[in-house]
């Protein structure tokens, strides 16, 4: 792996110890259904085009 790579994998699992602090359980361990999880996945994909719009504005100033 390049070290950008790594440097992603790293992030990660610290996002991993996060929610495991936060929440007690972890990906693998959540009891939620498949409807909870693409719901989860539908929020966190708005926020990243949220963010996106963000940097595209500033970038046209």
């Given amino acids: 792996m390049s ?4 440097e992603v994998c ?3 699992q610290g996002r991993a110890a996060v929610g495991k602090d936060k929440y007690g359980v972890t990906m693998e361990t959540a009891p939620l259904s498949k409807l909870e999880w693409l719901r989860h996945a539908q929020e966190e ?4 085009a949220v963010y996106l719009q963000k940097l595209i504005e500033l970038e046209e100033e």
């Fill in 3 to 6: 070290r950008i790579e790594d």
């Fill in 10 to 12: 790293k992030k990660i």
């Fill in 45 to 48: 994909a708005m926020d990243l």
